[in-house]
Each structure stands twice: as structure tokens, then as C-alpha cells.
Nanobody, 115 residues
Framework: QVHVVESGGGLVQAGGSLRLSCAAS????????MGWHRQAPGKQRELVAA???????MYADSVKARFTISRDNAKNTVHLQMNGLKPEDTAVYYC?????????WGQGTQVTVSS
């Protein structure tokens, strides 16, 4: 059973920065993809940024040029550096780790951006 834990959320003013971290443990096989989704109140969960199985990155259009995802494969960790935060980035951010064909999710970390 893969266990995923996020950290680094909090309250920040518009224009500020936060760095989220995610660690996956307990995998019996290679973690072949990791990334971040978010869910704002009353909205559907959406992809923010992720590493695909092939190693490339993908970003939501709304965060391109502001957010950067990075990873440490040896430690099964990913980070999300968020700069130029906007009130519309307020959401619960969820990390996932993919082992074989199954995604494992963390409990989420709250990011609140005040205007």
C-alpha cells in the first residue's frame, strides 16, 4: 500500500509564494508518475502539474509560468513551487503517486491566497 503525504500549504497574500512537498512511501514497484491536483470550493478537482510516466511535465494553463514541479525519483518526492499566487489559486491541493495502473492520493493541503 502506497502512502502519500503532502506538506507546505498555508495562507499567503496575493503575489506571494509557497512550496508544496509530497512524499510517497511503501511502494512495492516503481512510482511511475506523480503530480498535483487541486479542488476549490464548489468546483471539480483539476490537474495543476504532474510528471508523466515518460518523465515529461504537464501544467494547467492557469498556472504555467507561475508554478514549477520538480522531483527526486530516488526519494519518491515531488515539490510544487508556486509563485505569483492569486486568490483563484485558493484550493485544497492533492498529491498523487501512480504505482503500476493505480493512483494513490494524499489527504490534501490547504492553500489560501488573500487579496
Amino acid at each position: 500500500q502506497v502512502h502519500v503525504v503532502e506538506s507546505g500549504g498555508g495562507l499567503v497574500q496575493a503575489g506571494g509564494s509557497l512550496r508544496l512537498s509530497c512524499a510517497a512511501s511503501g511502494s512495492a514497484f516503481t512510482i511511475n508518475a506523480m503530480g498535483w491536483h487541486r479542488q476549490a470550493p464548489g468546483k471539480q478537482r483539476e490537474l495543476v502539474a504532474a510528471f508523466t510516466r515518460g518523465g515529461s511535465t504537464m501544467y494547467a494553463d492557469s498556472v504555467k509560468a507561475r508554478f514549477t514541479i520538480s522531483r527526486d525519483n530516488a526519494k519518491n518526492t515531488v515539490h510544487l513551487q508556486m509563485n505569483g499566487l492569486k486568490p483563484e489559486d485558493t484550493a485544497v491541493y492533492y498529491c498523487y503517486a501512480r504505482e503500476l495502473w493505480r493512483d494513490y492520493w494524499g489527504q490534501g493541503t490547504q492553500v489560501t491566497v488573500s487579496s
